[in-house]
């Protein structure tokens, strides 16, 4: 158990070559500033959800995420895409439990 303390954690290489491109700075939409289309958005947000529901552990829904995407700004956009998911995954299970707290479970 000691050893694990001194164990050196991995480490990405930071060489900087990964930079968002910002397309439409004017615009108020996420996408539009990254220049995705309305229509890779949904694309985006199909293969995360299916990501997410299909995969137990966060680095395989992750690795399947990344592996769709075709730019950086992709990759921003599914992350943003996956926190909502999340999110929303994280409210329904506090809902679940309050109404399981209070009626009980119904299995």
């Not at 694990?4 to 491109?21: E, I, S, T």
């Not at 995969?55 to 992350?79: D, F, P, Q, R, V």
Request: with cysteine.
């Amino acid at each position: 158990m000691i050893m694990n303390w001194f164990r050196k954690k991995k480490a990405c290489p930071q060489d900087g070559k990964f930079k968002l491109l910002f397309i439409d700075d004017n615009s108020e939409l996420m996408h539009e500033i990254l220049g995705i289309s309305e229509d890779r958005v949904k694309e985006l947000l199909k293969n995360t959800a299916e990501a997410f529901d299909n995969n137990a552990e966060l680095h395989l829904m992750l690795e399947k995420i990344i592996n769709y995407c075709k730019h950086e700004n992709e990759i921003a956009m599914s992350m943003l895409i996956f926190q909502k998911i999340i999110d929303h995954h994280k409210k329904e299970s506090t809902v679940n439990e309050i109404m399981s707290n209070l009626f009980g479970s119904h299995e």
